[in-house]
């Protein structure tokens, strides 16, 4: 078991770091979201406990090698607005995989163009990354504009590729190489 640690990263009016006790009504404010419980695990219409419960599973992501989780946070005032994870799972082939996302309120301010930027400058520096993935469903217009933004180019369409409240659904997937940043 490899134990990460999660750093506080900042930059570029972005802040990157561990999800914190005072993360709790933010979580429960995403719950109410009709996507993000869908493909995260942020539960559906939780409240303080599962919100709790929520956070404590982004530090045990840390604590077993799988991941970094962070709270995308304004670095004025260290209120998180949403979450972005580094994951680890493909690791042995050199391949990291990214996911974030923004609360309703706080999108459209540049907050996941930022720390997608940020987190995917760090990861590119990590040792063993020699590719950097995510995946963006076709209509997330938003989501993929941020990864091109950011430096992703789209390598094609994965037909099916993601259930989603159940449904297979297609994914556009998104790559970036460190070493041609």
Known sequence: MTRLVVPVLDADKVRLRPFAASDVDLTIAVGKDPLIPAITSVCANGDEADAREFIRRQHHRAATGEGWSFAIADPGTNTAV???????????????????????GHRRHGYANRALRLLSSWGSALDEVTRLELYVEPWNEGSWRAAESAGYRREGLLRRWQKIDGLPRDMYMYARLPDSD
């Open 82 to 104: 949403g979450q972005i994870g580094l994951w680890r799972s493909e690791i042995g082939h050199g391949r990291v995989s990214i996911g974030y996302w923004i609360e309703r």
